[in-house]
C-alpha cells in the first residue's frame, strides 16, 4: 500500500533564510510525487510534481524539489523565504503501477517569520 | 479560481441525517477525487471517479456513497450522520492520473 509521511508537523524560518519541508513515500512501483500548498479558508493550489526524468523540479513561487529514490523523499524547497510564503503545505503521492488513487501526507505548517 | 465548483460551500445538520455534497470539475476533465479533511486525520483520500466509473476506493465509510453522472458532476453521498463526520469535504479535478489536481474551495460540514 502506498503510503507518505511528512514528519514535521511546523516549520519555522526567518525571512530572507533557506528553507525545506520534508516528505518521504512509500510506494511498491514508481511513484508521481506531488507537492500542494493551502492558504486559510482555501482549496489546495498544486506546486509542483515529479513523474520522471530530472531529480530536481522546479514549480511554482519559487518552489523546487529534490527527488530521492534511494532514500524514498522527495523534500520541498526554497533558497529564500518570504513572509508570503506561510502556509500549509501537503505532499502527495500515486504508484503508478497501483490503483489510482492519490495519497496526501499529513500537512507542515510553514510559518515564515519576518 | 481552480474552475471546480462545490455546493454548498457550508452546511449544517443534525445526527442522522443525510446530505448530498457537489461538485463540478472543471471543463474537460474525467477525473474526479474526494477528500475528508480533518484537524486529527488530515486529508483523507475517500474515493476516484474517471469518467464515471469507480477507479478507487480510499477508507470510506460504508454510511458514505458516491457516484459520477455523465455530464461528469459528481455527488458525494453522507448518511446517517455523526458527530465525527464533521469536516471538510474537497473535490478535485484532473485530466489525468499523473496530472496535477484541481481543488475546489470545499464544503464545510458541521453535524450537530
Known amino acids: 500500500a502506498q503510503s507518505v509521511a511528512q514528519p514535521e508537523d511546523q516549520v519555522n524560518v526567518a525571512e530572507g533564510n533557506p528553507l525545506t519541508v520534508k516528505c518521504t513515500y512509500s510506494?511498491?512501483?514508481?511513484?508521481?510525487l506531488f507537492w500542494y500548498v493551502q492558504y486559510p479558508n482555501r482549496g489546495l493550489q498544486f506546486l509542483l510534481k515529479?513523474?520522471?526524468?530530472?531529480?530536481l523540479v522546479k514549480g511554482s513561487y519559487g518552489f523546487e524539489a529534490e527527488f530521492n529514490k534511494s532514500q524514498t523523499s522527495f523534500h520541498l524547497k526554497k533558497p529564500s523565504a518570504l513572509v508570503s510564503d506561510s502556509a500549509l503545505y501537503f505532499c502527495?503521492?500515486?504508484?503508478?503501477?497501483?490503483?489510482?488513487?492519490?495519497?496526501f501526507g499529513s500537512g507542515t505548517r510553514l510559518s515564515i517569520r519576518p | 479560481d481552480s474552475g471546480v465548483t462545490q455546493t454548498p460551500k457550508h452546511l449544517i445538520t443534525a445526527t442522522g441525517q443525510r446530505v448530498t455534497l457537489r461538485c463540478s470539475p472543471r471543463?474537460?476533465?474525467?477525473?474526479v477525487y474526494w477528500y475528508q479533511q480533518s484537524l486529527d486525520q488530515g486529508l483523507q483520500f475517500l474515493i476516484h471517479?474517471?469518467?464515471?466509473?469507480?477507479?478507487a476506493k480510499g477508507n470510506i465509510l460504508e454510511r458514505f456513497s458516491a457516484q459520477q453522472f455523465p455530464d461528469l458532476h459528481s455527488e458525494l453521498n453522507l448518511s446517517s450522520l455523526e458527530l465525527g463526520d464533521s469536516a471538510l469535504y474537497f473535490c478535485?479535478?484532473?485530466?489525468?492520473?499523473?496530472?496535477?489536481?484541481?481543488f475546489g474551495s470545499g464544503t464545510q460540514l458541521s453535524v450537530l
Open positions: 510506494v511498491s512501483g514508481n511513484p508521481y
Open positions: 515529479y513523474i520522471t526524468g530530472d531529480n
Open positions: 471543463s474537460g476533465d474525467l477525473s
Open positions: 478535485a479535478s484532473s485530466v489525468g492520473p499523473s496530472e496535477k489536481l484541481f
Open positions: 502527495a503521492v500515486r504508484d503508478i503501477a497501483g490503483a489510482s488513487k492519490i495519497i
Open positions: 471517479y474517471y469518467n464515471g466509473e469507480e477507479r
